[in-house]
């Protein structure tokens, strides 16, 4: 037998297992589907780490509990350890490290890392990528593909989703994060957009050692931001780390355009008076365009703007139906405008976020995968904060950071032109109007003038008014079939059918089935 197909025939029993335990057939609740991922293995671990950044997937109470998923998993063997090392270089390791730890600094769903020594003395991190960790997901990702039609039915999403281009999309970020020489330039990226920082840092790489399974940096000998009594006891102002870390995440993504995906306490550490960044596995890229946007969107958030708002939110995303204009600004006016009471002390960033991303994908306008990553990053790096600092505020910051860019991009002579242009164009088009209402009086004068209105919920109303007569016809049809039958059991000389003559036996039936039917159609169709 093929190798592949023994390892699929032996997956398929133990995912079969895994599936019976937690009665799949029953429904996919949050906590079912994070402990389910659980047991599955560490691929199904990371991609539900994945999947918890990606609310444009998944519903935000799924997108929540997955977060939850643990980071440590199983080690592998040391021995693994030297072996994948030794494939990677090319050689034996004692020509390269006079020393590796075989106790592993922490072990995650794709590598675990390792403290070693370089022959020189250098202490650096080996970042191992797991045995076969591409093929076994590969594979998996197969056998979810062939079972994506169970998916459909115990989630009830029907066709609404799309589990196959979901799976696809799941598998290309996952690989991408396999690359250890893509994490390698993110690092790179990261430390060159920092440079002229004085208190950020991150693990710089050694290029000669590093392949796409092995992934060699400096060792950063730091404390975890959420330490907060240890950071204390040594000195350290918590209100400043906070309000530091704030203002370079910010800086991340109103300047730089490129971010930390996943800027959770266990990849932030102080190290010598400096933050750390850690693991750039998963990271955000902004276009300017992009960034333009989201400077747009905040501004208008802190004006008050809902008008503004819907047009940036309109520019960023992609309606997948007709967009109900009146119903959207609506609702962002009810959402905004329950925040924007608010001071800045109390104001919850994750919170609006997160449910300015249901309500979106409420009006079935798709967010690109960028923007609802940085949505999602967003929020875990407000949680960080307040597990460090409370009193730093994310909104404080962003507007102090929004004031500091404007200023500085800030050109007079630039703004001037720009002035006059506006002013040049608005007076040749108001010399225009003395014409433009001469002409629409004339029009009106000969009775030429026509009016056109559209209602923005006719169509749903149209819609609504058919179904209500189609629920009514059949009603009248299935009453009638009922009343008509009842009649027919008086005619006794006809063959019968449990006692009732065959034609009134039929109608009985036929009532019933339609009396289902339209009971189906009030109760569950109904509440979609």
């Not at 006891?233 to 780390?241: L, P």
């Not at 009922?482 to 059918?497: D, E, H, Q, R």
């Amino acid at each position: 037998m093929d190798k592949n197909n023994s390892f699929s025939i032996e997956r398929i029993g133990e995912m079969a297992s895994v599936l019976k335990k937690h009665h799949l057939t029953r429904g996919v609740s949050p906590k079912k589907l994070k402990n389910l991922l659980e047991d599955l293995g560490p691929t199904y671990v990371k991609l539900g780490q994945i999947m918890s950044m990606r609310s444009d997937i998944l519903p935000e109470s799924y997108c929540q509990e997955l977060t939850k998923l643990r980071t440590e998993v199983k080690p592998f063997s040391f021995q693994t350890v030297k072996e994948v090392i030794e494939a990677e270089l090319e050689r034996p390791v004692e020509q390269i490290f006079s020393e590796i730890s075989p106790v592993p600094l922490g072990s995650a769903s794709i590598a675990q890392v390792h403290c070693a020594l370089l022959l020189d003395g250098k202490k650096v991190a080996l970042k191992v990528q797991r045995p076969a960790i591409r093929e076994t997901m590969e594979n998996d990702i197969t056998l979810m593909k062939k079972a994506s039609g169970l998916l459909k039915i115990t989630m009830g999403t029907g066709d609404l989703i799309d589990f196959n281009t979901i799976l696809d999309e799941l598998l290309k970020t996952a690989l991408e994060e396999m690359d250890f020489n893509l994490e390698a330039s993110n690092l790179d990226l990261f430390a060159s957009n920092q440079e002229k920082i004085s208190y950020v840092t991150c693990p710089r790489v050694i290029r000669s050692l590093t392949t796409p399974r092995l992934l060699v940096m400096e060792y950063i000998d730091g404390i975890p931001i959420d330490q907060t009594e240890l950071l204390t006891s040594r000195g350290y102002d918590m209100e400043e780390i906070g309000q530091k870390a704030a203002e370079n995440y910010c800086k991340q993504i109103l300047e730089d355009g490129f971010f930390h995906a996943d800027p959770h306490p266990g990849n932030l550490y102080i190290c010598e008076g400096k933050i750390a960044w850690l693991d750039f596995g998963m990271a955000g890229h902004l276009s300017s365009r992009y960034r333009q946007l989201i400077q747009h969107a905040i501004l208008s958030l802190l004006q008050n703007d809902i008008y503004e708002l819907k047009n940036v939110i309109l520019s960023i995303g992609e309606a997948r139906e007709r967009i109900n204009h009146a119903r959207l600004y609506t609702d962002l006016d009810d959402l905004i405008s329950r925040y924007m009471s608010m001071d800045f002390g109390s104001m919850d960033l994750g919170e609006l976020i997160e449910r300015l991303l249901d309500m979106v994908k409420q009006h079935k306008i798709a967010i690109p995968s960028d923007i609802t990553l940085l949505g999602r990053s967003m929020i875990t790096m407000e949680g960080t904060l307040r597990a460090c600092s409370p009193n730093v505020n994310m909104i404080q910051i962003l507007t102090s950071h929004m004031s500091s860019i404007a200023f500085t991009s800030l050109d007079l002579k630039t703004e001037g032109r720009h002035l006059a242009r506006k002013l040049y164009t608005s007076g040749t088009k108001s010399l225009d109007i003395p014409a433009l209402l001469c002409d629409l009086l004339n029009i009106t004068k000969n009775g030429q003038t026509r009016l056109n209105i559209e209602f923005s919920d006719a169509s749903d109303l149209i819609r609504e008014n058919r179904r209500s007569s189609g629920r009514l016809c059949l009603g009248i049809v299935s009453g009638a079939l009922f009343i008509g039958s009842a009649m027919m059991c008086a005619l006794s000389s006809l063959p019968t059918i449990w006692g009732v003559p065959w034609p009134a036996f039929i109608g009985f039936i036929l009532a019933l089935l339609l009396i289902l039917g339209l009971l189906w159609d009030i109760i569950i169709k109904g509440r979609k």
